[in-house]
Nanobody, 124 residues
Framework: QVHLVESGGGLVQAGGSLRLACAAS????????MGWFRQTPGKEREFVAT????????YYAENVQGRFTISRDNAKNLLFLQMNSLRPEDTAVYYC?????????????????WGQGTQVTVSS
């Protein structure tokens, strides 16, 4: 059974940084693509970033490009999201997700497993 657990969320002032982590169990990372998504009340879950199974390619939503960095440590079964220059509009619950297969994807429906989410709040 695949289990994903996010951590690292919290309250930060605008312009600050946070680093989210996602610990995976029940699976050996290095075979599947992974991604980060976020959701605010009343809105659909939206794509933030994705990374291929090996980590050799990453893709970002336009509104986080240049500020966020996705990375993974397959040896430790960990996924990360470094978030810099945070803005109030980045406030959301952030979810990590695993997509069976090597290719990365920005499509929410392509992902097979999800974590429970971690709250990120950016104050102005």
């Amino acid at each position: 059974q695949v289990h994903l657990v996010e951590s690292g969320g919290g309250l930060v002032q605008a312009g600050g940084s946070l680093r989210l982590a996602c610990a995976a169990s029940g699976v050996t990372l290095g075979r599947d693509a992974m991604g980060w998504f976020r959701q605010t009340p009343g809105k659909e879950r939206e794509f933030v970033a994705t990374i291929t199974y090996s980590g050799d390619a990453t893709y970002y939503a336009e509104n986080v490009q240049g500020r966020f960095t996705i990375s993974r440590d397959n040896a430790k079964n960990l996924l990360f999201l470094q978030m810099n220059s945070l803005r109030p509009e980045d406030t959301a619950v952030y979810y990590c997700a695993l997509k069976i297969g090597m290719t990365a994807s920005a499509e929410r429906l392509d992902y097979d497993y999800w974590g429970q989410g971690t709250q990120v709040t950016v104050s102005s």
